[in-house]
């Protein structure tokens, strides 16, 4: 009887290992297998025009971008105008997204009378009036608290990480690699110098991935565009793991949520005090 008893919970704790190390890779997968996007797209626009034509836009432009995961087992393509809107694959097994996308909307039933609610009586005009001083009050009271919470020792240290967190999400997210050339044209030669200008200034970032030729009289937009980036899951998590083991963050959060109380009490400075 042992013996059964030895074997059944020998061959439960080797189920409950295998589904331990199952969740463990899943959650591996998702964190640090990253999601890849790419995108490319055109506004065929050979010929300039003496107007600005932006009905010409469906008929001129064309794209398709796709996001992949796990060395695209999992697929999400978009196309315009041609083909499918929206297709999705998983192991190369097509998703049915049209019957979400194109739903038949269910017909309303009409609403059943309710009874009417009676109607409490409005306030005049003077009694409005009267009560403007006191919101500007609230208005002044919230204002200097919070003020107190964010220039605080506090405030300033969790602005200052959330600050450096951001920036390493967004230099992790944005594309790694992206380019837009052809040519370009406002409709006069003044306006078309300022957006070349305005090129001009951006060379430091854009050296290598803009490739823009002005038209300097006409309206034209023939232009090519494309990118690719990934996103990691594990940074955008591991950012807010940080923050939340922050012990300023975390009474930087405390003292937004609770507030400044009631205006007239010594509660909302002594707590904007403390968070200084």
Known sequence: ?????????????????????????????????????????????????????????????????HVTWLFKAVRLTVRYPEGELISARVFGFKLPLEKFLHKEKKEEKPQEEKKE????????????????????????????????????SCGRDTIKRVK???????ASVLPAQWVLGGTVGLGDIERSANLMEVAGYTYPVTAGHLFISPNWEQYQFDLTAAFDGKITLCVIVFAGIRLILSKNVRRFIKKIRKGPGPRGGQAGSTDAGKAA
Not at 43 to 57: I, M, T
Not at 164 to 170: G, P, R, S
């Open 117 to 152: 609610e009676e109607k409490k009586p409005s306030k005049s005009i003077w009694e409005k009036l009267e009560e403007i001083p006191d919101k500007i009050d609230d208005l002044i009271w919230k204002k200097d608290y919070y003020m107190k919470v964010l220039t605080g």
């Open 164 to 170: 450096k967190e951001v920036l390493q999400i967004l």
């Open 1 to 65: 009887m042992m013996h059964i008893l030895f074997t059944i919970l020998k061959v439960l704790g080797i189920l409950l290992l295998i589904l331990l190390c199952l969740i463990i890779v899943i959650i591996c997968l998702v964190l640090f297998v990253p999601i890849r996007y790419s995108a490319q797209g055109k506004y065929d626009d050979p010929e300039g025009h003496e107007g600005f034509l932006p009905d010409r836009f469906k008929e001129r432009a064309s794209g398709e971008a």
